[in-house]
C-alpha cells in the first residue's frame, strides 16, 4: 500500500489543478449540442423523434398550466402516425382555429355529439367482437389444417 501525503497547506496552483482533473471527467457525462440537422438513419430518427415529442408535450402543458392558454399540437411521425395534444380539448381548439374564431369557447359550454362514456363503450364492444373473430379464425384454421387437440394434445388427422 502506497503512502499518500498530501500538503497541508492548499496553495491555488495545487487546489487548481486538482478541479481541472474533476472537471475533466465529468464532462464525459452529460448533455452534449448536437448538430440541428435531417438524421439519417431511420431507428435514431424514430427514437429521437419519441423522446422530443414527449419533451414537446410536457413543455406544452407546463405552458398551459402556468400561463392559462389553449394549446394544440398536431404531429406526424417519421412512420406517419399522429401524435395530438390539446389542452383543454384539441377538438375544440382545431374548430375554433378553423372557424377563424377570436376566442376559444371551452368544451363545458360546446355541446358534444358523443360523449367519451359512449366511445368508450363501443371500445369495448368492438374488443369482444376482436377476441370472438380470433377465435373463430383459430378453430378454422386448426380445421382447415386438419389439426384437433385431444387432452392437451395436438394430433392429426390424415
Known amino acids: 500500500m502506497e503512502n499518500l501525503s498530501f500538503p ?3 496553495n491555488s496552483r495545487n487546489f487548481s489543478s486538482g478541479t481541472d482533473a474533476f472537471k475533466q471527467q465529468k464532462k464525459k457525462a452529460g ?6 440537422k435531417k438524421i439519417e438513419k431511420s431507428t ?3 427514437v429521437t423523434f419519441s423522446k422530443r415529442r414527449t419533451g414537446l408535450f410536457k413543455k406544452a402543458s ?3 398550466i402556468l400561463c392559462d392558454v389553449s394549446v394544440a399540437i398536431i404531429v406526424f411521425s417519421p412512420a406517419e402516425k399522429l ?3 390539446g389542452h383543454p380539448d384539441l377538438e375544440g ?9 377570436k376566442v376559444f369557447v371551452p368544451l363545458e359550454s360546446r355541446e358534444r355529439s358523443v360523449s367519451y362514456e359512449e366511445c368508450n363503450k363501443q371500445y ?3 374488443m ?12 378454422t384454421e386448426t380445421v382447415f389444417r386438419g389439426v384437433t387437440e385431444v387432452g392437451g394434445r395436438t394430433l392429426l388427422i390424415r
Open 62 to 64: 407546463e405552458l398551459c
Open 128 to 139: 369482444k367482437k376482436l377476441e370472438l373473430e380470433k377465435k373463430n379464425l383459430k378453430e
Open 8 to 10: 497541508l497547506v492548499m
Open 83 to 85: 401524435f395530438c395534444f
Open 124 to 126: 369495448e364492444e368492438a
Open 93 to 101: 381548439i382545431v374548430e375554433s382555429y378553423l372557424q377563424g374564431a
Open 44 to 46: 435514431n430518427m424514430q
Open 31 to 36: 448533455r452534449k449540442k448536437i448538430e440541428i
